[in-house]
Structures are given as structure tokens and as C-alpha cells.
């Protein structure tokens, strides 16, 4: 078959990848260097950090070294569109308050449901004769032969009468109104404003100064340092940022304000 005609680099093209570039991902490069794909290393690309623009979008690499890790804060995205950070302590008693509200929620929304159930059951029941024996409840649908039991003066000892066929037919019935209830409570529940699941997010925090350039004892105020915030990040990752260590950060994304960088 005849090779597809070739396009312009940078030519846009209709449904096809796009290639995108950042100012922090991106040098010059020697008038002599080889074009084309390139076969890259971990040690490329390791940009310092005095090089970088806060609103330069994503860097390729970073060499650092930790110099302070502070506390993880809590961030929390309230119903009503504000910003709540929380440090560990107070993100610790605000999720027990709402863990009690939530359950004080869900104790009153499931009585709700529960009396309304009963009184339709009460309500159903006044039809049947609650001296009703197993023989008057052959033409009864399952729910009918439900109500009809519940009803009853003894619902226990009419139900230990009623045939194997109709106690099976009782039992799909009894389940069946469980999973009803169970239904309608979830649903009251995700309704709820009160039992909204928190949106919670944590950011760990922590100062990084240029591994190949010496750092000062005021290194808070160097160009050659920055403060990266780590969103969502776990414990098993926070082990890893432990000062005094060096390390490489791959695609971090800068971030438009003063010395911060995400």
C-alpha cells in the first residue's frame, strides 16, 4: 500500500493526540542536537528549581532535597461552597461530630420509615379477621397472606400452621417488605442534607531546596527552594518525604501563586 503523505510537526490535525507543551517542560536545545524521538533518562530534564514559573504548567523533574515537612492539613468542601482546613486534631473532633449527627440522622429517618410501614400495615390488616385461619388464606396473593399474619390475634402460631407452601410464600413475602423498608431508608438517607458525605481532602505540605545547589540556613527565603503540596496523599507516601532526603519529583504541576508548587 502507498505510505500515508507526511504532515507538519506542529500541523493541528481533526481527532488525533495533540502535542502540548509547558514552559517548565521545555529548554532550548543545541543547535547540534539530534531531533526526532528521543530515548530519554531519569536523570533528563532535572530542572532547578530558581528556573521555574509558578504558572509555567507541568515540570518534567525535579532533584530536591526535603528540607521541612509540616503538619497535614484537612481540607473540606462544605455544602454551601466554602473552604473549611482543618489540622489533624480538629479534622479528628469535626468527623466524630458528624459521625453522631449522621447517626442520630439515621435513627430518626429509619423510625420515620418504620411507623409509616406499620400504620400501612395496621391499615391493610383491619380487612382480615384476625381469628383467621390457615384455611381462609388460599386465595390470598403474598402480600395479602403477609398483612393477613401480621394482623392475626397469634402471628406466630399461624404461621408455624400454614402449609410449607404457603410459609415459603409468607417468608418471600416478609423479605420482600425488609428490602422495601431497606430501600426506602437509603433513600431517605442519600436525600438527607444532613447525612451528605463530608468531601475531605488532605494536603501534605513540605519545603524542597535545589539538591544541586548548597542550601542556606535561611532557605525558607532562597530562590532556590519551593513549598509542594501533595493532595490526597497516604501515609505510605508521606513516609517516603522525610527530611533531610534526596529525591526525584516527576510531573509536578506548578501552581499560580507566591513559591508553591502542587
Not at 50 to 71: A, E, F, H, I, K
Not at 75 to 94: H, I, M, P, W
Not at 105 to 110: L, V
Amino acid at each position: 500500500p502507498p505510505a500515508k503523505e507526511s504532515k507538519t510537526a506542529l500541523k493541528p490535525t481533526t481527532g488525533e493526540l495533540n502535542l502540548r507543551l509547558h514552559a517548565n517542560g521545555t529548554r532550548k536545545a543545541h543547535r547540534h542536537s539530534r531531533m526526532g524521538w528521543q530515548r530519554m533518562s531519569p536523570r533528563s530534564f532535572a530542572l532547578p528549581i530558581r528556573s521555574l514559573q509558578p504558572d509555567g504548567g507541568t515540570v518534567c523533574c525535579m532533584d530536591v532535597v526535603v528540607q521541612r515537612v509540616y503538619q497535614t492539613l484537612f481540607r473540606e468542601q462544605t455544602k454551601r461552597g466554602t473552604v473549611v482546613f482543618r489540622n489533624s486534631e480538629a479534622e479528628a473532633l469535626a468527623s466524630k461530630q458528624y459521625q453522631v449527627t449522621l447517626d442520630s440522622r439515621r435513627e430518626e429517618i429509619s423510625a420515620k420509615v418504620m411507623r409509616k410501614h406499620q400504620n400501612t400495615s395496621s391499615n391493610k390488616g383491619t380487612g382480615f379477621n384476625r381469628g383467621a385461619s390457615s384455611r381462609g388464606l388460599d386465595t390470598l396473593d403474598d402480600d395479602e397472606l403477609y398483612q393477613a399474619v401480621i394482623s392475626s390475634n397469634d402471628p406466630d402460631a399461624l404461621a408455624h400452621s400454614l402449609s410449607d407452601h404457603k410459609r415459603n410464600r409468607l417468608y418471600k413475602a416478609m423479605e420482600q417488605r425488609r428490602n422495601d423498608i431497606a430501600t426506602e431508608i437509603q433513600v431517605a438517607l442519600e436525600s438527607d442534607e444532613g447525612c451528605a458525605a463530608r468531601v475531605v481532602t488532605q494536603l501534605f505540605r513540605m519545603h524542597l531546596s535545589d539538591a544541586t545547589v548548597p542550601s542556606s540556613p535561611d532557605f525558607s527565603n532562597s530562590q532556590n527552594t519551593c513549598v509542594v503540596t501533595v493532595w490526597g496523599c497516604h501515609e505510605d507516601t508521606k513516609r517516603v518525604f522525610t527530611e533531610g532526603r534526596r529525591l526525584r519529583l516527576f510531573n509536578v504541576h506548578g501552581a499560580n501563586r507566591s513559591s508553591a508548587i502542587s
